[in-house]
């Protein structure tokens, strides 16, 4: 007699060589079913019941390709992108952005609403909602489906349960069931993620960690945060939640961060700290050709140190400096193989990157840093590219493309 854990776990298997094989033809299409085989070390049989199943589904598409020998064609197969698309959402403090991508990460809509200010999570959910309702009426196709939400937060996440545990601008009593609802109300799969945590995904999917098997990516944006991605998935551990390596003091005599804590990385080199120390430098009579009291904002600064303005090379010197003194140790307790720095101040990064680069040779262990790339990031759209990972990771390891497969 078979029981339920024989079927549930021939149907897991089932739903895991689906996966292998889509993502075998994603990221490495046009590719022959015979190829897929040995890649994959499906049977032959195997694969071409699954890619039946996909063709059947409209996932993939054949194309044929000439034979150099001048033999019968082969056809391969690669993914089909513009059939499908994907809602991103981007749910930020005062902000939420809204997005439409195909599959090919082809961003197709975007729209940026404010969010009034509300006190609950039952407010900005019912906002966000009625907002959604409205974007997704106005951007049905008929020749493409809708086939997942992808929603990105900057608060923690406990991806088992996909509930918000955490957000520092907003008092949650329990965790919040925010995918859940949208999931229901939308009737589309929807998956959740910390917004930095996510970023790394997509910059190991799309971007330069493409070819790594692990990475580090430093984001420095409002605030400062940090994904680490190990053996090709983001690593997040059994609490659901590390990288928060902007929450490392550098100065112990500094400001207090929004954390509570006192002189944290954050608190020295987000765009908000280097634009509010500039104006300090301003005010105490530094003098400076590029920059004024009326425009120091992160870009102004970039471009003057790109111009060798005295002031601003030292300031983003100093910001450079705490950045390699916080990454020397994640690599000493990480040894990535690549570290990318994403964010506006990469404008500056010649001078950024060899103030970081200094640091981290004095003081990381010499045999981990010798060898470990510092790179900016290039991903487009950054708002929104990783709420589509999240999605692109569940048609990878199957629970989406097995919810798809089924309709």
């Not at 112990?252 to 804590?261: E, M, S, T, V």
């Not at 500056?348 to 060898?371: E, W």
């Amino acid at each position: 007699m078979w029981d339920h854990h024989q079927i549930a776990n021939v149907d897991f298997v089932k739903q895991m060589n689906s996966a292998v094989v889509y993502k075998l033809i994603d990221q490495q299409g046009p590719i022959s079913r015979i190829q897929i085989s040995e890649l994959s070390q499906l049977a032959p049989a195997s694969v071409t019941k699954i890619t039946r199943n996909l063709l059947a589904r409209g996932l993939i598409k054949e194309v044929e390709q000439q034979e150099s020998t001048g033999g019968r064609r082969a056809t391969s197969i690669i993914a089909e992108y513009k059939a499908f698309r994907a809602i991103l959402i981007r749910l930020g403090q005062e902000h939420i952005t809204f997005a439409i991508m195909d599959l090919s990460t082809k961003l197709l809509k975007k729209t940026v609403i404010d969010l009034p200010e509300m006190n609950s999570a039952a407010e900005i959910e019912a906002f966000l909602c009625t907002h959604l309702k409205q974007f997704i009426e106005a951007n049905q196709h008929r020749r493409s489906e809708f086939i997942a939400i992808g929603v990105t937060v900057s608060g923690f996440v406990d991806s088992k349960t996909n509930a918000i545990e955490h957000l520092s601008y907003l008092k949650l009593d329990e965790p919040w069931l925010l995918a859940q609802k949208i999931a229901r109300e939308f009737q589309l799969m929807t998956f959740i993620g910390h917004d930095v945590r996510s970023l790394a995904l997509a910059e190991h999917y799309f971007g330069v960690t493409k070819d790594c098997y692990d990475s580090l990516l430093l984001r420095i944006h409002r605030g400062v945060g940090a994904g680490i991605v190990i053996n090709h998935e983001v690593f997040l551990g059994y609490k659901n939640n590390v990288g928060e390596i902007g929450h490392i003091q550098v100065d112990p005599l500094g400001k207090r961060c929004l954390c509570g804590n006192v002189g944290c990385l954050e608190t020295v080199v987000s765009n908000a700290a280097i634009e509010e120390k500039m104006q300090r430098l301003l005010e105490d009579g530094y003098q400076s050709k590029w920059i004024s009291l009326e425009s120091h904002d992160i870009e102004a600064i970039c471009k003057a140190v790109n111009k060798q303005d005295t002031v601003a090379v030292e300031l983003i010197e100093h910001v450079g400096i705490q950045i390699g003194r916080v990454l020397a140790m994640s690599v000493n307790m990480f040894n990535p193989e690549k570290i990318v720095i994403s964010g506006e101040i990469t404008q500056a990064k010649d001078v950024l990157f060899s103030a970081i680069r200094r640091t981290l040779d004095n003081l990381a262990l010499p045999a981990f840093v010798k060898n470990t790339p510092l790179v900016a990031s290039e991903l487009q759209n950054e708002d929104v590219i990783g709420a589509f990972a999240l999605i692109k990771q569940a048609l990878f390891d199957g629970r989406l493309l097995q919810h798809l497969l089924a309709e």
